[in-house]
């Protein structure tokens, strides 16, 4: 049982369109973080959110937790097909609980 | 930023045999290392926590007489699989936690195919 509840686990869009992904929980977490692995590599640390209601913008991704600090969402501006990955959120305590993950695939 | 080595990127071996993965910290001391398996088109999953010089803390379902951690030094974590089997195949992925800082560094991970 996943205790991080990612959606959608699947996408597929137009480059051009935008996007989010959701991240929910009945946990609280101290943080929680989100990645991007691509295949056959280690995941890649993107953001970190702290506070709950924060809002962290890096390029064209938006990041979100929430007022609880159990959910999160990555929103996506004009995807392009290089964020084509899978894009991991993991709450973090005293350790690491990942979700399932969201496989993005932008088509040019 | 921290770098954390992890090594083989990949091994073949066959059924029964034992392979050990190397987790390094290679710019920071690492108190803690957690392991994870990730299958294919899945997410990573927690197996073991492991704190230096004391014993690791498994998750439910995962067997500590097969996946072997040792963790004798601040930078050095090290997963075996013992007696491997087909199942065991995976990507083995570990990470670092520096300090008092809630920050894991992953390996590139290790992909292991047991025929």
């Known amino acids: 049982t996943q205790l991080l509840e990612q959606s959608p686990q699947f996408l597929s869009i137009q480059e051009g369109e935008n996007l989010t992904v959701y991240c929910n929980s009945s946990?609280?977490?101290?943080?929680l973080q989100w990645y991007r692995q691509e295949p056959g590599e280690g995941p890649v640390l993107l953001v970190t959110?702290?506070?709950?209601?924060e809002v962290k913008k890096l390029k064209r991704l938006t990041f979100q937790f929430g007022d609880a600090r159990k959910d999160s969402s990555l929103h996506i501006t004009a995807a392009q097909p290089g964020d084509t990955g899978l894009y991991l959120c993991?709450?973090?305590?005293?350790?690491?609980?990942f979700g399932a993950g969201t496989r993005l695939t932008v088509k040019p | 930023g921290a770098v954390v080595s992890q090594h083989p990127s990949r091994v073949i071996c066959k059924s029964g045999t034992s392979v050990k993965i190397e987790c390094r910290s290679l710019?920071?001391?690492?108190?803690?290392m957690f392991w994870y398996r990730q299958f294919p088109k899945q997410s990573l999953m927690l197996m073991a926590t492991?704190?230096?010089?004391?014993?690791?803390?498994?998750e439910q379902g995962v067997e500590k007489d097969k996946f072997l951690i040792n963790h004798a030094s601040l930078t050095l974590s090290t997963l075996t699989v013992t007696s491997a089997h087909p199942e065991d195949s995976s990507f083995y992925i570990c990470?670092?936690?520096?300090?008092?800082?809630?920050?894991?560094?992953f390996g590139a991970g290790t992909r292991l195919s047991v025929l």
């Open positions: 993991a709450g973090v305590n005293n350790d690491m609980r």
């Open positions: 710019d920071f001391q690492a108190t803690t």
């Open positions: 492991s704190n230096e010089g004391s014993k690791a803390t498994y």
């Open positions: 946990s609280v977490f101290s943080s």
């Open positions: 990470s670092a936690r520096a300090g008092a800082k809630n920050i894991q560094y």
């Open positions: 959110v702290v506070t709950g209601g």
